[in-house]
T-cell receptor
Framework: DAEITQSPRHKITETGRQVTLACHQT?????MFWYRQDLGHGLRLIHY???????NKGEVSDGYSVSRSNTEDLPLTLESAASSQTSVYFC???????????FGQGTRLTVV | DAKTTQPPSMDCAEGRAANLPCNHS???????VYWYRQIHSQGPQYIIH???NNETNEMASLIITEDRKSSTLILPHATLRDTAVYYC???????????FGQGTTLQVKP
C-alpha cells in the first residue's frame, strides 16, 4: 500500500548541530508539507512544496530549510538546532491542492 | 486566510451521535471546509471535506450551512476510539495549505 513515512521517529540532538528529518511518500503526490506541533500552538506550517525544485515558506520557517529533488522526498533541515525547535514534526502530502492530505506518524525531536 | 472557531472541548456518550460545530464566517467562495482528527500524539487523520453541499462518508457527515459561515461534523455513533482532538480547517484557496486552529477535544464516555 502507498504510504508516507517519517524518520527517525525520535531524535535527540545538541544545540548548534545540523539535523535532517526525512519524509518519504509513495503516492507520487506533488504537494508536500512540513508542520511542527507544540503544546498550546497546535500544528504550524513550516515549509511546503508543490513539486520538484519548488519550495515555499510557511508561517514558522526561520531556522528551517527544505529541498525537493524528487517527487517522493521532502527532507527538513535544521541548520543549527536550537532548544526552541524541540517539537513534534509532521510531514504531509496531497495529490492536488484541494484533495485530502495524508500525514506521517511524526518525528519527536529534542534539542538539548 | 479564513479563520475557524471551535469549542475547546465536548463530551459525548458512547453510541450517541457527536455533533461538533465550527464557525468560519470569513470563508471565501472557493475555500473548502476540511475536518481532521488527531488521536493522542499520532499524525492527523483526514475525515471529510466539503465546499457547499452536505457530504457523507463511512466515517462521518458534514453539514454546511447555506451561507457557508458554519458547519457541523457528525459522528453518527460515537465509540471510545473516537476520543480525539477534532480540527475544522478552511483550506486556503488553491494553495493546498491547511492552517490548523486549536480544535475541539472530544471525550467519548461509556
Amino acid at each position: 500500500d502507498a504510504e508516507i513515512t517519517q524518520s527517525p521517529r525520535h531524535k535527540i540532538t545538541e544545540t548548534g548541530r545540523q539535523v535532517t528529518l526525512a519524509c518519504h511518500q509513495t503516492w507520487n503526490h506533488n504537494n508536500m508539507f512540513w508542520y511542527r506541533q507544540d503544546l498550546g500552538h497546535g500544528l504550524r506550517l513550516i515549509h511546503y512544496s508543490y513539486g520538484v525544485h519548488d519550495t515555499n515558506k510557511g508561517e514558522v520557517s526561520d531556522g528551517y530549510s527544505v529541498s525537493r529533488s524528487n517527487t517522493e522526498d521532502l527532507p527538513l533541515t535544521l541548520e543549527s538546532a536550537a532548544s526552541s525547535q524541540t517539537s513534534v514534526y509532521f510531514c504531509a502530502s496531497s495529490a492536488q491542492p484541494n484533495t485530502e492530505a495524508f500525514f506521517g506518524q511524526g518525528t519527536r525531536l529534542t534539542v538539548v | 486566510d479564513a479563520k475557524t472557531t471551535q469549542p475547546p472541548s465536548m463530551d459525548c456518550a458512547e453510541g450517541r451521535a457527536a455533533n461538533l460545530p465550527c464557525n468560519h464566517s470569513t470563508i471565501s467562495g472557493n475555500e473548502y471546509v476540511y475536518w481532521y482528527r488527531q488521536i493522542h500524539s499520532q499524525g492527523p487523520q483526514y475525515i471529510i471535506h466539503g465546499l457547499k453541499n452536505n457530504e457523507t462518508n463511512e466515517m462521518a457527515s458534514l453539514i454546511i450551512t447555506e451561507d457557508r459561515k458554519s458547519s457541523t461534523l457528525i459522528l453518527p455513533h460515537a465509540t471510545l476510539r473516537d476520543t480525539a482532538v477534532y480540527y475544522c480547517i478552511v483550506r486556503v484557496g488553491n494553495t493546498g495549505k491547511l492552517i490548523f486552529g486549536q480544535g475541539t477535544t472530544l471525550q467519548v464516555k461509556p
